[in-house]
């Protein structure tokens, strides 16, 4: 069994499914939009917390979490839970960013105290899994393409539907779209707006 957790829209929870045989559990604490969606033959949803999770010891081959982690209350009993449903040998994966990550939005928006006080770091996340009895097997520091140019990026930002945006002051917001504008103006536009998410891969110890 592949649990989902933070599934959100259920995005991630239908790829998993898409490339594995094993059924798909997608838990969030809420499901309004992922239970909209066509229902698809090993993926179901479970509406719960990651601190409690409604699933049995060792019930499970793989955790997932995709930017999710950064939103739990407390990260070592999301570890301790993980540890408790995953069987020994099995796989608690983490695609999230972290401080360290790079993103086009921190070099236009004054984000570091939001970045500071908002996001772990990648020795955070080592440490809370470590002592919740995980062993690490992969990091990884992924790019992804956020935007296909500079002016969709532009657009998208204006937009401030970005969670860490939404939290500036006008006057703040506005200055950086200001300098964001000015950069798309400067340089070639065509080219894809990427950013770094970091990729974790654990392993459950005895």
Not at 19 to 48: E, M, T, W
Not at 94 to 103: H, L, V
Request: charged share 20%; hydrophobic share 45%; aromatic share 10%.
């Amino acid at each position: 069994m592949i649990i989902d957790l933070g599934c959100s829209t259920g995005r991630f929870s239908e790829l998993l499914a898409a490339h594995s045989f094993a059924p798909v559990i997608g838990i969030d604490p809420s499901l309004d939009q992922a239970r909209r969606k066509p229902a698809i033959g090993n993926v179901v949803y479970c509406q719960g917390l990651a601190e409690a999770l409604p699933f049995s010891d060792g019930c499970a081959d793989l955790v997932f979490m995709s930017m999710v982690y950064h939103h739990f209350c407390d990260l070592s009993v999301v570890a301790k839970e993980c540890h408790r449903v995953l069987r020994q040998g099995g796989y608690a994966c983490i695609r999230n960013g972290t401080r360290e990550s790079d993103f086009s939005q921190r070099h236009f928006f004054p984000l570091r105290a939001l970045i500071e006080s908002n996001l772990p770091s990648r020795r955070d996340i080592e440490a809370v899994f470590a002592a919740g009895g995980f062993a690490p097997i992969v990091h990884q520091v992924v790019t992804q393409v956020t935007a296909p140019n500079w002016p969709s990026f532009v657009e998208k930002s204006a937009l401030r539907a970005d969670s860490f945006l939404a939290r500036l002051s006008d006057h703040d917001f506005q200055r950086g779209m200001a300098a964001l504008r000015d950069h798309c103006d400067a340089i070639y536009q065509n080219g894809a707006v990427t950013e770094e998410i970091d990729w974790f891969v654990f392993t459950r110890a005895a």
